[in-house]
């Protein structure tokens, strides 16, 4: 059984990385079960994909497809062209991809019409919010996938409405929360940490790179100028993104709390998590980690495709005005958060179900 796997941003690695292991796992104990790592190059940047690689012990890519940047189409199309020559030259049984990136989308309708099965990890998770480009990505390439894997029940409901058969769709919980079971013994502070005088439990991690939040210079300095005012002298850690510092031209900014870093790797980033009093993002793997830790995360978007984590865990939806979240902040501090739970299967064992379901259903064709 031969699987050619997808990786093209920072998301991605994180996600893949517990999938690998589960496969060569597999191989030691005999089973004909191959992979092929192609990374398709949409994150390119050190930052945001070597160390990743590096820190989660994933194998040099087979095959770097180098697309870069570009606009959404450039982009999705470069991939495309790039992932069909690769696909010619190295068939194989199945294509995995993961999660709701360009690279997932695009070389979904590579492999579908190439007649070669498509896996789709996070599968049937919807925001309905089609302004954003994700959106567009997960029902593309959940509507030609032939194996999907989900992470809540939600996701396999949504997936029946849109016409999925049910025996396709396998719940088997998270596997970004897999890579944090497998890495949290090996976190470790930042190289700032010491000089930064930082306390355990005591300051606040920002992270922002959605268009709804950081397309606008204005707005986006009015959002972080009422961060800075709205959480009472605490310090705020800002591993900036490289969208949002393209962005951000103006220096001169009138900011007390709010240091900016470097984007972080995993086994740092992780570090800042688990010790801070809590989160603004608008990312949606940080509110999943945030949940799994039970750090109180409060999250910068209208909608979320991942309502377990308000439903069960610690992530709170506030919108993306500066107003709200000050409300919302404000209502944290006074009256703490209620207890919170962990949803379900995000127990560290999802690649495992994956890599046993895969084997199983390839055995019967
Ligand atoms: N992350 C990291 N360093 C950072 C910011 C994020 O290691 O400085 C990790 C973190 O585990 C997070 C993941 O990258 O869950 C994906 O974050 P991102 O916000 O890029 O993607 P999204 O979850 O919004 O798709």
Known sequence: MKITIIAGARPNFIKIAPIIKAIKSKQTEGENISFRLVHTGQHYDKNLSGTFFDELNIPFPNANLEVKSGTQAEQTAAIMVAFEKELIQNPCDYVLVVGDVNSTMACAIVSKKMNIK?????????SGDMTMPEEINRIVTDSITDIFFTTSTLAGKNLLKYGAKSDAIHFVGNVMIDTLHQNLNRISPPSF???STLEIGNYIILTLHRPSNVDEEKSLIDLLEGIDKMVGGRKIIFPIHPRTKAILRETNLNLKNIHFVEPQGYLNFMYLIKNSFAVITDSGGISEETTVLGIPCFTLRTTTERPETIEVGTNNLVGISIENLTLEFTKFLKN????????ELWDGKSSERIIAILLKNHQKI
């Open 193 to 195: 940490w010491h000089e």
């Open 118 to 126: 498509v896996i789709h990890v996070e599968a049937g998770i919807r």
């Open 336 to 343: 703490g958060l209620p207890q919170k739970g962990i949803p």
